[in-house]
C-alpha cells in the first residue's frame, strides 16, 4: 500500500502488509544530496521522526529508508543506530541498490518507459521500415514483443500471425494480476446443439476453474467487448476468429494420498499420488493428480454443502512396469469398494464419502495377464513391461512358465512336434508297437525354455507325458525299414486322441510320486488345445 502523505502518514510512505498487519515500511526521502554536513541538521530530525512514528503507530518487522542517492558510511550508521534494542531491523536504500532491485523485475522498467517508447514510434514509424536485412524480421518481431510486453507490468500478451489472423494469448504476469489491473471480458455466447458439449466444459471450467485450455469458435460467439486498461480496451467491433480460455491451473507438484477406509475407522488401503493441476473457479476446487505414472484422477469439489462432489479415473496400463500395473489395479478395485474414501491433499483433508460408481471390473484378460507376468517376474528375478498388444502364442507361454514355476503339471500347446530317433537295435515287437499299435511317451529334456519380451529364461530339467503316441507312417513306414536301415531314422510322433502333451519340472515331483494331473490354463479368451492362428493379438 503507497501512502499519499499530504493528509498526514501516520509514519507511513510504502507499507507491505502480512496477515493483515504492517510487516515492513520503506520510508521515501528526496534527499538528492544525502542527509550529511550541512544537510544533516534539518534532515535527520525528519528521518527521526518518520522512524518512531512507523514504530509507535505499527510496529513494523523492517523499516527501510529510501533516497535518490547512495549513502555514505557515516549515513549508514545514523540509520543502524535508530531503533531500540535492534528492533525493527532497518536498512537503507540509494540509487545503487534501487537499479540492483529493479533490474531483477525487467516488466516494471519496460512498464515505466513504455509512453515514451510508444510516442517515438509513432515519431519516427519504425514499424514501418523495410525488413532488408537477414536477421531484420526476426529482431524486428523481438522488438515489437518486448514492447508489447512492456504495456503493463502485471500482464503479457503473447502473439502470433499465421495467413493474416493475429491469435493474441492473454498472460499474468502477476499472480494477483486480476486485482492489481482489473480486466473483464463480456462475451454473449450462444451454444447450438453442434456445440452443446463445449459449452458444458466451458460452464464446468468457470465453476470449477479452468484446467485445460478451451477454445471457442467464432460461431458461438455473439459479441465480445474487453474493458480495462488502454492497451487492451475493445468495444467490440474488432473481428474475432475464436476465443482461448486457457488454463490457469497451477503446475506445482502436491502429494495427494487415497486412503480406503472401513467402518470401524480402520484404513484397508492407501495410495500416494501427485497432484499435476489445480484450479478454482466460483463454484469450487478442481485438481488433476498422477498415480503410479497410469492412473489419472479428475476431481471437482464444490464449495456448497450438499453438492456431490465428481470424480473421474481413468487408466492407460500399456507399456507401464507390471508393479505399477498391479498397484493400479489394486486401486481400481478399491474405488468399487464399499469403504468410505479420503482425500489428503499435503495431509490436509479435502473432503470424505462414499464413492457411488457404478459397478465395472477392469478386463479380466488383463487382469490376469499383469497377475501372470508379476509372479513372472519375482520368481526369475526380472521386471517386465504391461505389453501394448500380445500374440495369443506368447499368451500361453507366459501362463505355461507360471504353472510350472508353481509346481503344477499342464498342457503343452498344440502344434508342438515331437520326434524319436531309433537306435537300429529295435525289435519288430518295437517297431510295430511304436508304428501300429502306439506307446506310452515319457521323456525328460534338460531345460524348459520360457521366453519373454525379448528374454530366455531356463526354468529347469522337465518331464513330457502323454499317454498314447503313434509313429507316422503305421505299416507302410514298418514294410520299407529293414533291420540294417533303422539306426539314426527319425520318426514323427502323433498324440492320440483329445489330449495334448502335458508338462512338468522334475524338481517338482519326486520319483515315488505317479505323474500328476495336468492343470488346465483358463487364460480368458483363449480355449484349450486349438490351433488358432498365432499372430491373432489380445488388445
Known sequence: ?????????????????????????????????????????????????????????????EWTLVMPKNPTVGEHKYVSTLPANNRPRVEIW???????????????????????????????????????????????????????????????????VVDGHVTQVLRAKHPNASELEPISVQANLMFGADHSALGKQLQRGLEFGVRSDITLPREVIESLVVEGPEWIRDDGSSPIEKVVVQSLASEQSLPLALLFVDDAGFTVARHEGMVTAKAKGH????????????????????????????????????????????????????????????????????????????????????VELVGDL???????????????????????????????????????????????????????????????????????????????????????????????????GGRDLLKALSPGDLAGKQITLAPQGSQAISVFLIKDVPDEEEIPEPVAWNIPDIPEYTEQVAQQTLR
Open 1 to 61: 500500500m503507497v501512502i499519499d502523505g499530504r493528509g498526514g502518514d501516520g509514519g507511513l510512505d510504502v507499507a507491505v502488509y502480512f496477515d493483515g498487519k504492517v510487516d515492513q515500511v520503506f520510508q521515501l526521502k528526496y534527499f538528492p544530496e544525502g542527509f550529511s554536513g550541512p544537510w544533516g541538521k534539518s534532515r535527520k530530525p525528519q528521518i527521526k521522526k518518520s522512524f518512531d512514528a512507523a514504530v509507535k503507530n505499527h510496529s513494523p518487522r
Open 94 to 160: 540509494g540509487r545503487a541498490r534501487m537499479d540492483d532491485e529493479l533490474a531483477r523485475h525487467p516488466d516494471l522498467e519496460g512498464a515505466a518507459l513504455y509512453n515514451p517508447l510508444v510516442d517515438t514510434l509513432k515519431q519516427f514509424h519504425g514499424e514501418k521500415a523495410a525488413l532488408s536485412g537477414p536477421r531484420d524480421l526476426a529482431q524486428r518481431a523481438a522488438a515489437l514483443n518486448q514492447l508489447a510486453q512492456n504495456r503493463s507490468a502485471y500482464w503479457s500478451v503473447d502473439h502470433q
Open 283 to 366: 463454484g469450487g476446487f478442481s485438481f488433476t493428480a498422477g498415480f503410479y505414472g497410469i492412473a489419472t484422477l479428475d476431481a471437482e469439489l464444490p464449495v456448497t454443502q450438499g453438492r456431490q462432489a465428481q470424480l473421474n479415473m481413468k487408466f492407460n496400463l500399456a507399456g507401464k512396469p507390471v508393479g505399477d500395473a498391479v498397484r493400479a489395479l489394486d486401486l481400481w478395485e478399491d474405488f468399487y469398494s464399499e469403504n468410505t474414501l479420503h482425500l489428503l491433499l499435503e495431509g490436509h483433508e479435502l473432503g470424505r464419502g462414499r464413492t457411488s460408481f457404478q459397478r465395472r471390473r477392469a478386463n479380466p484378460a488383463l
Open 374 to 472: 508379476a509372479f513372472l517376474q519375482q520368481k526369475l528375478n526380472s521386471t517386465f513391461a504391461v505389453p501394448t498388444e500380445i500374440s495369443q502364442e506368447e499368451r500361453i507361454q507366459i501362463r505355461i512358465g507360471r504353472l510350472l514355476l508353481e509346481g503344477h503339471s499342464t498342457w503343452m500347446p498344440v502344434g508342438n512336434v515331437l520326434t524319436a530317433t531309433l537306435s537300429g537295435g529295435e525289435t519288430p515287437d518295437d517297431l510295430e508297437r511304436l508304428l501300429i499299435k502306439g506307446v506310452a511317451f515319457l521323456h525328460e529334456v534338460p531345460t524348459m525354455t520360457l521366453e519373454i519380451q525379448g528374454s530366455k529364461f531356463n526354468l529347469g530339467a522337465a518331464l513330457l507325458h502323454h499317454p498314447h503316441v503313434l509313429g507316422t
